[in-house]
């Protein structure tokens, strides 16, 4: 679960921390000596859950840095490209343009590039971390097909952390549960199941899978939002629809849909082109975050750790920020003990694994620094809150207390939109469910009536018409 100590052994293994006893051992040989700098050229290569990119460099100077081809002594930058789309046309076929900047891609193209990368340096040992946690099923299929293709033709041993069970049941031999910290057992996969892993994992039995949740009436009088060919040239467009009080509105596609976006344009993060955006009936013009926050709405960003958290911040700090009037004298002073405490209750409603309040954001978990992100904005109290990609990299038992919040939210008369390219995940929360496809309207479905395979051919750019006949 969230806070097992995954990561943390990870980056034991990976030289960025020093275990203070016990070995490392590969192919026989003792390799404590290791440090960060050599560790790779072991033949030990790392895909981390928090991404490691040069913002500023395109995708080819990414995927193969540090191998780059030369001729004549000089970088051979048409040969990079080649190189580098070869690599990553594996993965998914004509999704990135290589000469792309890593800043211009979304959170999903990113975690590709990673991958390509550490798949062009034929590790002998390649571990995964959270790997899936950003990729579209389609992707996901292709990846877990490479994988094994890698481990049967070239011998490749897999490391590979995931909280989806039907990746580890479907990709590895065995698996190993930690819990605080600890390994609670290994176990073969073909001799246990999803629930027992999962109860070794959180010490509960819990739900494997999101159900579907059971039709409600929603008064669709006046919508809280609408939007209405909304557009930013290049990018999607023109997209419509509106949304009510009390239902969960849920948009979903594959990784180039331009869900983020969406979410961002309504934000005020991204300006518009084309398009109006109505709060309540009446016509409003976001022209940032501070506006939209103060015409009642949120968002929880897809990246956390870049758009979400302060990370040299405590988790007091983080908690408190967005609603941080309401713990001020005048301008200046902090009301220092109303605002711990309110920390420390939002902390133990949402079980955040930290040792303090004030310990900094950047030394929690993923899904620890998830609930941070959650629990800041629900202390704001908004009527219309924007979840995009809420469980990435989060557990079981928390995707449960997550998909209860929202739940929660909406049964209290709040409007909730969540964009998830999570398929399950949106046909189990949402009342209704808007499909995109790069950047364009597929179609608006009651979430009662559809199933999966209907919502993954329409993410894919198939007609409504030809999916429902």
Not at 371 to 392: A, C, H, M, Q, R
Request: aromatic share 6%.
């Amino acid at each position: 679960a969230n806070g097992a100590g995954k990561s943390t052994l990870i980056k034991i293994l990976a030289r960025v921390y020093k275990q203070d006893r016990g070995d490392i051992i590969l192919n026989g040989e003792n390799i404590n000596w290791a440090d960060t700098t050599n560790i790779r050229k072991l033949g030990i290569d790392f895909i981390f859950q928090e991404l490691e990119l040069i913002p500023g460099f395109s995708v080819a100077q990414n995927i193969l840095f540090g191998s780059e081809p030369l001729r004549c002594g000089i970088i051979d930058w048409k040969e990079m490209g080649i190189q580098a789309q070869e690599v990553l046309d594996k993965l998914a076929p004509g999704a990135i343009d290589v000469n792309c900047l890593v800043r211009e891609l979304t959170i999903a193209q990113q975690q590709l590039v990673c991958i390509a990368r550490a798949l062009n340096n034929t590790p002998k040992v390649l571990v995964l971390d959270e790997p899936t946690s950003r990729l579209s099923a389609e992707e996901t299929d292709v990846l877990l097909s490479l994988l094994k293709k890698l481990k049967e033709e070239r011998d490749i041993t897999v490391i590979y952390i995931s909280h989806r069970m039907e990746e580890l049941f479907r990709f590895a031999a065995r698996v190993t549960v930690l819990r605080d910290g600890e390994k609670v057992g290994t176990f073969k996969v073909d001799e246990t199941t999803p629930q027992e892993v999962i109860k070794h994992m959180i010490g509960r039995e819990v739900l494997v899978e999101n159900q579907r949740r059971m039709p409600r009436k929603i008064q669709r009088k006046k919508p809280v939002i609408a939007v209405k060919d909304l557009a930013i040239n290049g990018l999607f467009g023109p997209i419509s629809f509106e949304v009510y009080q009390g239902e969960i509105f849920g948009i979903t596609g594959v990784v180039g849909s331009k869900k983020t976006e969406l979410l961002e344009a309504i934000f005020g993060r991204r300006k518009l082109t084309g398009g109006e955006i109505y709060l309540d009936g009446e016509r409003r013009l976001l022209s940032g975050p501070l506006a939209a926050k103060n015409c009642g709405l949120s968002l929880v960003p897809e990246d956390r750790r870049k758009d979400g958290l302060i990370l040299d911040f405590s988790v007091r700090e983080n908690i408190s920020l967005p609603t941080l009037k309401k713990w001020a004298w005048g301008k200046f002073m902090i009301k220092r003990a109303e605002e711990k405490q309110v920390a420390k209750e939002i902390s133990q409603e949402f079980t955040i694994k930290t040792s303090s309040i004030e310990t900094h954001a950047r030394f929690l978990s993923g899904g620890n620094q998830q609930k941070v992100v959650l629990g800041k904005w629900l202390l704001g109290n908004s009527e219309l809150y924007f979840f995009d990609e809420p469980t990435i990299g989060i557990d079981v038992g928390a995707k449960e207390e997550i998909y209860k919040l929202i739940r929660d939210l909406a049964d209290e008369g709040k409007t909730v939109i969540v964009a998830s390219s999570d398929v399950d995940e949106v046909i189990g929360l949402a009342d209704r469910i808007l499909v995109l496809f790069e950047g364009k309207v597929q179609g608006l479905l009651e979430a009662e009536e559809v199933n999966r395979e209907d919502i993954l051919y329409l993410a894919m750019g198939g007609q409504k018409d030809a999916a429902f006949s």
